[in-house]
């Protein structure tokens, strides 16, 4: 592991800590992407563990649940991703053993780190309001941010950048 990669994991570490422990991060930065600053902001947390202490970074992806993607910037529920949604919401309330489903929120590279943590939070958030709107109890679910940490496709222009601005789901039975 490289001295910078090492370096990028501390600064993820600890901007992720201060997320968990309810600092909220107001604001955007100046730099141009999916960071940039426009987004409306939604204050509710995310959080890296649930009250008794279940890891929600962990959990298994199910074929069941699709992922949903959003434009530059954003954070508002595409029109065309809606369906997806009431797909997801059947599934989760026909699924008695999934436990807790986890909302990630995620995002492309551009931005800085922070912002983009919280530009996940804001996703999560939103979609796990919208599966409340649609029955999903809320006690069953959780969010969680990663950012640009995990992107789904490498690159470094809008083919790739597309399907890393994104919320998946995980299972915790």
Known sequence: MTKMSLVRMAMVFVAVST?????ALFGGSDDEGDGGGNSEFDTG????????GTDLSGGV?????????FDYDRAVIREDQKPTL???????????????VVVEGHCDERGSEEYNLALGERRANSVKQYL???GVPS????????????????????????????????VIR
């Open 19 to 23: 997320l968990s422990t309810g600092c």
């Open 45 to 52: 947390g995310s959080r890296g563990m649930d009250g008794d």
């Open 61 to 69: 992806s199910v074929p069941e649940l699709e992922a949903i993607y």
């Open 86 to 100: 009431r797909g997801n919401s059947s599934a989760i309330v026909s699924r008695d053993e999934w436990r807790t």
């Open 132 to 134: 409340a709107n649609l």
């Open 139 to 170: 006690s069953r679910m959780d969010t969680v941010s990663f950012g640009e940490a995990k992107p789904a496709v490498q690159g470094h222009d809008e083919s790739a950048w597309k399907w890393n601005r994104r919320s998946e789901f995980r």
